[in-house]
Every structure is written in structure tokens, then in C-alpha cells.
DNA sequence: CTAATAGTGTCTGTAAGACAGTATCCA
DNA sequence: TGGATACTGTCTTACAGACACTATTAG
């Protein structure tokens, strides 16, 4: 280091008490599909749930809790929570975002920790394979309604409540469904990842919103092939659905205009 | 306490380095209004300023910088924030908003800080009085661009950066801009917080569209005396102009419908 | 009267919303 | 052929956008 030293400059952090470390909490949801009994070519069962782990160490041995882990010196809070999820879950490449800080006084008994909430969005296929690992049993992706009935180790309830209704909020407001959608998705898969996260959403008309260029300026284009014919899928259907994928155009949103 | 203490279940926080600090940064916004020359009962020359404060101590001596300071073990960081915009600027009751984390190592020449930034935004009037203060000098409102090109203390520019970001996109998709202006207003004073904000920001018809019951869902409603009659101003119109207010509607943005 | 802001009238195009009807394909 | 999903046609109402026009009052 070339930085001049603490002592140099008559600073010293002793005399203050500092906090005993900046842990990662991380939400990790995924959208889980599953066939629909009897009928084949149906839209699947989709299911919203977060992945829970359980602690094996005090505090709250034994209790299930979001994944997460201590920030080290030589690194930020994100890359402690792609770290950490990498360790604890065996999952990269994810959509990862800093959402909240939680300082409550107390509110871990290991000391006064200042903890860095995340939101993880994840696709069902990017967990295949881990599910069936030795330590299956002490990871478990849980259906957000029953996870938020939990009790869950530290503050993590609360965690979890404000990790949802962020993504709520970001699944109505960018277009973050991407995450859990292959690159290329029917209009009704679209659809329907949306409903999964956001329950209450209901938009009749949907295709005619989403497609029609000039009111949402093209948040969606129409997949083709080379030869300029257009890309189907009767993955849910017997009819073919063109497939579409998201642009990058990122619309604008305001309350005035 | 009557919580188990650490050496009661073998933890230590001691094998692991530990934060140096947990400090705040606070990028305060207000509007300032200024009559135009010549012209009376014209439209005011609004502003868009931040608060800096110049540094006393080593690192950064004599540098401007943020307001904000170290949080301490008995409160959380949002406590903290409005803790330390009192003792530094003297401000009280302002709208505080927690944003980001600012992690990267190296940030801080002290050691290992983890900082939480908030805006805040505050009436030109709230700050009377602080303006002529015996540390006057020390204290400075400056106009944002200006600030973005100065060179600020830390990674303080690029706080500023984001925090201005984050108000531009608060004002746009929340009711915030009644931060900025008094309890009744009217609509072409509106239309100048937002556009100080916001400089791109330009509606036609601007009127129309915020007065609406019907696509604006009334996030605004007339003020009205109690004999029903309606109440207006002429501060900065010949013609008196119809006095608004925000109700508590909230819009709920969406990129689909 | 003029300047300055506040607001209305009116027209055109287009989107929103509803819903019936047609299309495609598998079992 | 029936069931399931994928669209399209069409109609009504309402808003978006443009812009000319009127309203109010200080000076």
C-alpha cells in the first residue's frame, strides 16, 4: 500500500466501537414449473419460491434461514453475495441486486452487524443437479407463502417480506421477468411469470399491450429465423405461439405523462 | 443484556477482521428560488443545489465532501442519517432516504468503511437562518453540476452521482416533489420543481394530464376553502392560479399495462 | 394597453377495453 | 371431433397531442 498509514495521520479506529462484521443476506427466488395432471399441452403449474437454508451453527441452530455470509476486507458487498451464493448454493451467473441494509440494533446476537439484503432471480434449469446433492437436506426451495410462515433465523421474515415486494415491484416496472424466462418465450409464459410473482396482476387484452409497437414502443420483438419466418413454440400449446424475446429498450415510467 | 454472550457459545468475532466503520453520507437536495430581474409576478429562476460541508481532519483535509458521520452501535444507519444532518447542517423533519452501499476496499484511507448513502430532500426554507451561521463558511449549497465537477472527498462525486440519479427517477415515478414545495401549490410551480429536477422533462398539455381524474387517478385535488370556494394564489401570476395539493394516492407504474 | 401567466375549446389520431369469433393442432 | 391455447375483428369510449384561443390582473 502507498496509502499513508492511520498512525501517520494521528487516526486511530480504537476509540470508537466498530461493527463486528457486514454480512450478506440473499433472497433466492426461482419460479418452479411443474405439468399440469391429465392434460398434456397445458399451461404448466408455475410456483414462486425461495431457497432456504439450514443453520447448523448458534444462533439459531437448527432454524432455516436465507443464504448469506460475511463481507471480507478485500472485496465488495456484491461480490460477498455472488461469492456467497456460489458457496452455499452452487449457483452463478444470476441476477443479483442489492436491495436493502438491515441495522437494527440487536438484531443478530453475535454482536452489532450490519447486514446487505439481496434479490437473487434465478431459472428452475440453473438449479438442476443441485437439488440432489449431499447436502440436499440442509437446502430447500420453500413456496413463498409458506416460507413467509415460517420462523426463520434472525430478521429474516422481514427480509424476505421486503425481497418480495421489491420484486414485485421491479417485475411490474422493468423487465426483469427475463430472468426466469428463456430467451426466447410465448406472449402466455410471459404472462404467466408475471401472475406468479405478482398474484393481483390481471390484464385482459395482454398480447395486444405488449405487442402493439406504438404504446409501449417495443419492449418485445417477434423472434425469426434466418430466413425471416417466424420462430413458434407448441411447448404449452397445440397451436404454435410465436416465440418473442425482450429488446433492450427499457421504457420510461413516470406518474405525470 | 440478558442475551447469551459470545463466549458462552465459543463465538468470536475476533479470528475475522472487522468493518473499521460503519459511516453515512447524505447528499442533501433543496431547490432554491430566486425572483427573476426586472420582472415581478414572474416565474422564479429555480436551482437544484446540495449541501457540502469542507472537511476539517485528515483525509481529504480542506476538501468539500458530504455531510454524514459513523454510526453507532445503539442506533441504525437511517438514525444515523438524521443524526448527523442535524449536527452538521442543523436540519431536522426532512424527507431521508436510504439508497446504496458504497463497499469497494480502499474507498476510505482510514480503513475498511462500508458506507450507506441517503438522499435528502428539504425546502429552500427549512435552511433559513443555517445559511448565515457562525460556520457559514463551512457549510455551502451548491448547485449540482457544479458540485459534479468539483473534487469531492472519498468517492463522494460518484455518491452524488447516484443520489441525483435516484431523485430524478423518485420524482418521476413518486410524489415527491411535494418535498419541495408547500402543503398547497400550484400547478405551473409543480411543473418547475419537476423540470428542475428533471431537466428533459417536458409535457404539453401538462395541465390536462395532472388535473385528469380519469388517467391520473387524482394524485392531486383541489384546494378548497371552507366555504367551498376555491382557493387561489397569485405569487407569481397576474391571474390567480387554482392551489393543489397531493392526495395519498399512490399510482402503481407498470411497463405492461 | 401590455405583459405574463392561467386556463379552455376543439380537432385528430390512436390506444384501451370488452368480447365474440376464428385458427391451429393433438389426442 | 372436442379441447386447449393462440390469436384477430370490431366496436365504443377515452385519452394524447397539438395549438389556437380566451381569462385575469398588475403596472
Same mark, same amino acid.
Given at each position: ?179 426466469? #424466462?428463456?430467451? #426466447? ?73
Amino acid at each position: 500500500m502507498n496509502e499513508p498509514t492511520e498512525d501517520e495521520h494521528n487516526y486511530s479506529t480504537k476509540p470508537y466501537r466498530t461493527p463486528d462484521g457486514a454480512p450478506t443476506d440473499i433472497a433466492m427466488f426461482t419460479i418452479t414449473s411443474e405439468e399440469k395432471p391429465g392434460a398434456k399441452k397445458a399451461l404448466p403449474i408455475r410456483q414462486l419460491k425461495v431457497m432456504l437454508i439450514r443453520r447448523r451453527k448458534w444462533p439459531f441452530e437448527g432454524k432455516w434461514a436465507l443464504p448469506g455470509g460475511f463481507t471480507r476486507p478485500t472485496e465488495t458487498v456484491q461480490q460477498c453475495a455472488e461469492r456467497e451464493l456460489l458457496e452455499e448454493t452452487g449457483v452463478a451467473n444470476v441476477h443479483l441486486e442489492y436491495f436493502q441494509v438491515y441495522s437494527s440494533p440487536g438484531r443478530d446476537p453475535r454482536g452489532w452487524m450490519i447486514s446487505h439484503a439481496f434479490v437473487a432471480l434465478v431459472q428452475e434449469q440453473a438449479l438442476e443437479g443441485r437439488q440432489t446433492s449431499e447436502e440436499a437436506s440442509e437446502v430447500r426451495l420453500v413456496p413463498v407463502e409458506e416460507a413467509l410462515a415460517m420462523e426463520l433465523a434472525f430478521d429474516h421474515r422481514d427480509i424476505l417480506g421486503d425481497a418480495l415486494a421489491r420484486i414485485r415491484q421491479l417485475m411490474m416496472t422493468t423487465t426483469i421477468a427475463k430472468a426466469f #424466462l428463456p430467451e #426466447l418465450f410465448t406472449i402466455s409464459e410471459l404472462y404467466q411469470v408475471i401472475q406468479t410473482v405478482v398474484p393481483t396482476f390481471e390484464e385482459k387484452n395482454f398480447i395486444r399491450k405488449v405487442t402493439s409497437t406504438q404504446s409501449r414502443q417495443g419492449i418485445l420483438e417477434e423472434a425469426r429465423g434466418e430466413d425471416g419466418s417466424p420462430l413458434l413454440s407448441n411447448r404449452y400449446s397445440q397451436r404454435p405461439a410465436q416465440l418473442y424475446r425482450f429488446t433492450d429498450y427499457a421504457p420510461e415510467l413516470s406518474i405525470y405523462g
